[in-house]
Nanobody, 115 residues
Framework: QVQLVESGGGLVQAGGSLRLSCAASGTISSINRMCWYRQAPGKQRELVAATTTGGSTNNADSVKGRFTISRDNAKNTVYLQMNSLKPEDTAVYYC?????????WGQGTQVTVST
């Protein structure tokens, strides 16, 4: 089992920045990829960014150039640095870890961007 705890969400003005953190515990050795998803009201959950154990990353087109995913293996933590935030980035952000047989999800953290 893997447990994920997100933190760092909040209210920020458009153009501002936030950094989300996702701390993993449990059977971490089984994880091969960690991702950030988001879900806005009335919309489907979408992949925002992902990072593999090999260090490769990819971002959704909507956040390229603004969001950066990174990981600190010593702390078993994945981060999402979000810059130049827009009101359309408002959503609940979820951390997800791909294990050998299943995915694990955090509880989510709310990000609200005001105009």
């Amino acid at each position: 089992q893997v447990q994920l705890v997100e933190s760092g969400g909040g209210l920020v003005q458009a153009g501002g920045s936030l950094r989300l953190s996702c701390a993993a515990s449990g059977t971490i050795s089984s994880i091969n990829r960690m991702c950030w998803y988001r879900q806005a009201p009335g919309k489907q959950r979408e992949l925002v960014a992902a990072t593999t154990t090999g260090g490769s990353t990819n971002n959704a087109d909507s956040v390229k150039g603004r969001f950066t995913i990174s990981r600190d293996n010593a702390k078993n933590t994945v981060y999402l640095q979000m810059n130049s935030l827009k009101p359309e980035d408002t959503a609940v952000y979820y951390c997800e870890a791909d294990g050998l047989l299943k995915g694990y999800w955090g509880q989510g953290t709310q990000v609200t961007v005001s105009t």
